[in-house]
């Protein structure tokens, strides 16, 4: 199936070099209703990396490098996250997935290699579905998937769920409230204990990155708006799942987090699924275990291209 690619010309694009020699350029364009950043690195057919909360692309330092020896990468910030554009709505995972489908085809890229993390894992999974010639590949990465099982995690029979965050930033109105002129601390405190489990995963230096890009009122508001989307995001996601991924799936969670959760979730999704479990590891592989990530991911790509 062809597409015709718009003329594209970038808002602005600055180039750098990340730590490991990698260079990286950051773009920005009107893409859809939204005027959107990404950073893209390396030649090659396409792998579209897709962070989660509260974070940015910038989640993906690690894995960038690796990937750009052989692939075109290309990391969005997503719409209402990072420096991508905050919209007064369409805070759900279709129209999340509808952006980055616009994205490729404004980049003339495609059938892409999709790798989510956290929310970024149902936003690739409706991108794969709702377009089933547009995905060759897809991982997912330690995400409570809402439609696939995801609910099922907000038990809260226990002395302390680590997800208590979920339906707080899904009450409409009272996050942004208490949250409003205390973001620092808020998401502060959120990433260390996400990081807990592997202690160095984020340096006071990392955190300050993403609490630069949550840190105000509205990016506030954007984060709780998809939370408050997310049985709307549920009920599109179980529809889309009445007809199951064919193509090449894998799931790769925390042993300290969602473990063998994720794994069910996604075979939910794709049958077919691979699943892979890291040992002591947990919310945030790409931070916490980036070369048993790479290595897993550079050879399920490698395999899925057959």
């Excluded at 002129?181 to 260390?192: D, H, K, P, Q, S």
């Excluded at 990016?219 to 799942?241: D, G, L, P, Q």
């Amino acid at each position: 199936m062809s597409r015709q690619t718009p003329h594209f010309t970038p808002d602005s694009a600055s180039l750098q070099v990340s730590p490991a020699g990698t260079r990286l350029t950051h773009e920005f364009g009107q893409v859809g209703d939204i005027r959107m950043h990404w950073v893209t690195a390396g030649e090659g057919e396409p792998v579209v990396l897709l962070h989660g909360w509260p974070q940015t692309w910038y989640e993906w330092r690690h894995l960038i490098p690796v990937l750009a020896g052989t692939y075109r990468v290309i990391a969005p910030d997503l719409r209402g996250w990072g420096e991508t554009e905050r919209p007064a709505g369409g805070f759900d995972v279709p129209t999340a997935a509808a952006d980055i489908g616009a994205l490729l085809d404004l980049l003339g890229a495609g059938p892409a290699y999709v790798v989510g993390h956290d929310w970024g894992a149902p936003v690739g999974y409706h991108l794969a579905a709702s377009g089933r010639d547009r995905v060759r590949a897809f991982v997912a990465l330690e995400a409570s998937i809402p439609g696939a099982g995801g609910e099922s995690m907000l038990n809260f029979s226990r002395a302390w769920n680590p997800l208590w965050f979920f339906p707080f930033l899904a009450t409409p109105g009272l996050p942004e409230r208490l949250i409003g002129g205390r973001a620092e601390v808020f998401f502060t405190w959120i990433l260390e204990q996400m990081a807990r489990s592997t202690p160095g995963a984020l340096t006071a230096e990392d955190i300050a990155v993403y609490v630069r890009a949550y840190g105000d009122d509205d990016a506030v508001r954007a984060s709780c708006a998809y939370y408050v989307n997310t049985w709307a995001s549920a009920e599109r996601i179980r529809e889309a799942a009445r007809t199951p991924l064919t193509i090449p799936v894998l799931a790769v969670s925390g042993e300290r987090s969602l473990g063998r959760n994720m794994t069910d979730f996604v075979r939910r999704l794709a049958p077919d699924a691979e699943g892979v479990v890291l040992p002591g590891c947990g919310h945030l592989i790409p931070e916490e275990r980036p070369r048993e990530l790479a290595e897993l991911v550079t050879a399920f790509l490698a395999k899925a291209a057959g």
